[in-house]
């Protein structure tokens, strides 16, 4: 068990620019969530996937963000046309789930920390 | 929605002196409830959490009971350490049908020697 990877850990960008991360959950694990989290803050929600198929989606995630799942492994997260108000910690968690309210643990990556300029 | 609420921090505390933070939640249904724990420069992880009413979650010495007739998940430890120095996150989920978590803003934590 490798835990929950994310690359890059840290991206500057200019405004206007698309931006990729990637997240490689622990391998056995179904389920990966997205979240956005900014200083002085918890995480907020932003989609999740079981396996490859993307269940829920928060009304943050605006059409400039996209995320896929293929083949149920890692994950990407895209955000095109990025603004400064997208700076943020950008954080990937998986778990192992079977039913709703089962207590499922998440287990988060690092983050990937994304200043825009 | 779901909301979760926990006092403000930062909570200053001196080795071995008593720990509660405060976490109370809005919710449909019976939700399970967490604790996260965010050292220095790592990710979130798991600290303890409760499935159903009257649950008791422990570890490393850091308790909360899960108390629906308040609506409330607050964390205790009787005697902190220079090491549990972190942000404290309150979260819930499973409510209403949904697998989306909601977490506190979280609280920090500041033990001094």
């Known amino acids: 068990d490798t835990g929950v990877s994310q690359d890059p850990r840290h991206k500057i960008t200019k405004r206007g620019q698309n931006v990729t991360f990637r997240c490689d959950p622990i391998?056995?694990?179904?389920?990966l969530y997205w979240y956005r989290q900014t200083l002085g803050q918890g995480p907020e929600f932003l989609t999740y996937?079981?396996?490859?198929?993307?269940?829920?989606k928060s009304r943050l995630l605006s059409d400039r963000f996209s995320a896929e799942r293929p083949k149920g492994s890692f994950s990407t997260l895209e955000i095109q046309r990025t603004e400064q108000g997208d700076s943020a910690m950008y954080l990937c968690?998986?778990?192992?789930?079977?039913?709703?309210?089962?207590?499922?643990?998440?287990?988060f990556g690092p983050g990937t920390r994304l200043l825009v300029l | 929605g779901n909301s979760v609420t926990q006092m403000e921090g930062p909570v200053t505390l001196s080795e071995e002196a008593f720990l509660t933070i405060n976490c109370t939640y809005t919710?449909?249904?019976?939700?399970?409830l967490f604790w996260y724990v965010q050292y220095p420069g790592e990710g979130l992880q798991l600290l303890l959490k409760?499935?159903?009413?009257?649950d008791k979650g422990s570890n490393k010495g850091f308790e909360a009971t899960y108390r629906k007739e308040t609506t409330s998940f607050h964390l205790e430890k009787g005697s902190v350490q220079v090491s549990d120095s972190a942000v404290y996150f309150c979260?819930?989920?499973?409510?209403?049908?949904?697998?989306?978590?909601?977490f506190g803003r979280g609280t920090s934590l500041i033990v001094h020697p």
């Open positions: 968690a998986s778990s192992l789930g079977s039913q709703v309210g089962a207590g499922e643990t998440q287990y």
């Open positions: 391998s056995e694990h179904n389920r």
């Open positions: 996937f079981q396996n490859e198929a993307q269940l829920e």
């Open positions: 919710a449909t249904g019976y939700p399970s």
């Open positions: 409760a499935t159903k009413a009257d």
């Open positions: 979260a819930l989920s499973g409510s209403g049908g949904s697998y989306i978590p909601t």
